[in-house]
């Protein structure tokens, strides 16, 4: 169930926009976690402790009445378990023989006498089928049992200790009615455990927080969608400023999410989900800097004084001589991302105000650079980390404002990309390989992760393997 728990981690509340967050579950999924879910249920049979089991047989000259008690599962075996997607429902699972031993103490009750002693059990074949339905009831994921069937055979018991060899030879009377008990405790306990699942999904936040500024809305957009093939879930996939929540000025747009036999999991993340995390940062107003000279290394070739600024605009050092200077970058417009087939790309639009600082530490304006950037790069997973890297393909400089008169800018520009190439980017990059962690649920983690840019969205395929301790 641990796996399952797994692939069905983003829920509820319905929208009619797009999904801009999509998971496809294929079914080698269902084929590596069957391996998983059947060590995990010989696992937790183990520890799983046994109701009192009571009934009673007619020997001939009477009735014994018997209580089976402190029953321990100690060995089991599964010889098949075999989930399957049901188009337009969810998921069935069978279980093929399962077989217990399970040891524990009798008592007997036949008048006024009363025995007890010890015994083994072993049950040789339990068979159990469940249907079990994915939806989006009350705007949620919800999972219930639609059918669940269990018939037990093979059951045979030794008793031992007291007087165990006066109704040892009663056994085969005793075998269907404690076939009958086990049958009978199958299928709530499967119910149980769906329960306890999806009261599980019902507590996972729709809002999961990303920093102390933004959080990401996942609500399903529509009912899972299952085929033979695969299972499918739509999720909003939109970020938002905790301080300012408010919509973008731009809508997501419809994708199709492919299906790939060669991995258990796809994810699509359009560019609404990236976008839309940018603009959250931009309409909390944090995409600004402020940067001063003691911030630019020391081979860098241009410095933040008026005296070599005057190089590119002459009237500086007359104006203001021998002067530090600052300059508070921001956004002016949301960045953008935008995928194509093999290649990931970035739109910058940015303001560049410069100020003189003088002496007693007030700034004095004296004119506005506005920077278009273009940015290409590409993305990988390494070590459950969301990692890339970017080179500058574009910028343009251009005069916004002024306070000390017109100049070019075509000299600057040149030195503003060559600072950006040689230091700007190195930096960033070494940054940005250090990557964004992945929110992948403890005790899981993901194997063979290939990522793929596609028209409009980046495509996530990966495996997923879980912690031996969370089995």
């Given at each position: ?13 319905t ?15 269902l ?12 696992q ?49 699972v ?9 040891t ?10 009363h ?15 469940t ?62 455990v ?8 019902q ?30 879930l ?37 560019e ?5 995390a ?32 005057s ?16 300059v ?5 417009e ?7 087939p ?32 273009f ?7 390494q ?24 100049f ?30 992945l929110?992948v ?6 194997s063979e ?13 990966t ?9």
């Amino acid at each position: 169930m641990q796996t399952l728990v797994f692939f069905v981690l983003m829920l509820t509340q319905t929208h009619a926009d797009p999904p801009a967050l999509q998971t496809l579950l294929t079914h080698k999924s269902l084929t590596h976690g069957s391996q998983m879910m059947s060590v995990w249920i010989q696992q937790k049979l183990k520890s799983t402790g046994l109701p009192e089991v009571h009934g009673n047989v007619d020997i001939g000259i009477g009735t014994i009445d018997f209580t089976l008690s402190n029953m321990q599962i100690v060995q089991s075996s599964i010889a098949g378990f075999t989930p399957a997607f049901v188009q337009g429902t969810g998921v069935s699972v069978k279980i093929t023989q399962l077989s217990l031993a399970v040891t524990g103490g009798w008592a007997t009750h036949f008048g006024i006498i009363h025995d007890g002693g010890s015994f083994d059990l072993r049950v040789n074949s339990i068979n159990v089928n469940t249907l079990l339905e994915f939806s989006d009831e009350s705007a949620r994921l919800f999972v219930s049992i639609i059918s669940c069937t269990a018939d037990v055979t093979g059951v045979d018991v030794n008793f031992h200790g007291g007087a165990s060899f006066v109704f040892q030879p009663f056994v085969s009377q005793f075998r269907g009615q404690i076939a009958d008990m086990i049958r009978q405790q199958i299928c709530p306990a499967v119910g149980q455990v769906i329960d306890d699942v999806e009261k599980h999904l019902q507590q996972i936040s729709v809002n999961v927080a990303v920093d102390q500024n933004i959080y990401l809305s996942i609500p399903l957009t529509s009912s899972p969608i299952v085929t033979d093939d695969s299972f499918q879930l739509d999720m909003k996939g939109e970020f938002y400023s905790i301080s300012s929540p408010s919509e973008p000025p731009f809508s997501p747009e419809v994708f199709d999410l492919p299906s790939t036999e060669d991995y258990m999991m796809s994810v699509g993340l359009s560019e609404f989900f990236m976008n839309s995390a940018v603009y959250s940062y931009f309409s909390a107003g944090l995409l600004h800097i402020r940067i001063t000279d003691d911030m630019i290394p020391q081979s860098s070739p241009i410095h933040l004084n008026t005296s070599q600024f005057s190089i590119f605009i002459k009237q500086l050092s007359t104006l203001y001589p021998d002067m530090k200077m600052q300059v508070m970058l921001y956004a002016s417009e949301t960045p953008m991302f935008s995928f194509s087939p093999g290649e990931m790309s970035l739109h910058v639009p940015a303001s560049a105000k410069f100020s003189a600082v003088q002496r007693d530490g007030a700034l004095t304006p004296l004119f506005r650079l506005d920077v278009n950037g273009f940015f290409v790069g590409n993305a990988q997973i390494q070590n459950q980390h969301l990692t890339a890297a970017f080179k500058l393909k574009n910028l343009t400089l251009t005069l916004g404002s002024s306070e000390i008169g017109d100049f070019k800018t075509e000299a600057l520009e040149r030195v503003v990309k060559m600072v950006v190439n040689m230091f700007v980017l190195p930096k960033l990059n070494e940054q940005l390989q250090t990557g964004v962690e992945l929110p992948v649920p403890q005790g899981f983690s993901l194997s063979e992760s290939n990522i793929i840019l596609k028209n409009g969205f980046l495509l996530i395929l990966t495996d997923v393997e879980v912690a031996s301790s969370h089995l």
